[in-house]
């Protein structure tokens, strides 16, 4: 199942991406930090928002980014039933 890293609402303030703590074929457990933005002078961690493999990045460091933008695609395995 894919999952969207969304980046949550921080205020009016610009965000601007950072850096990834993840690269693409990493496995992440839900919780973990996977990238980071700079709003109004202080760093703030995105989180994973499930556990599963990073297959994609959508937005790069020093990018300008907007409230509910993805920023990257989780996939992660669904059990079996």
Not at 39 to 56: C, Y
């Amino acid at each position: 199942m894919r999952t969207p890293i969304v980046l949550p609402d921080l205020g009016a303030a610009p965000v601007r991406l950072t850096v990834w703590f993840s690269k693409p074929g990493d496995v992440v457990f839900e919780g973990d930090r996977v990238v980071e933005v700079a709003v109004a002078g202080a760093t703030f961690d995105v989180s994973a928002p499930a556990t599963g493999r990073l297959i994609e990045r959508s937005a790069w460091p020093r990018d300008l980014l907007t409230p509910g933008q993805v920023l990257g695609v989780m996939e992660s395995e669904t059990p079996d039933v």
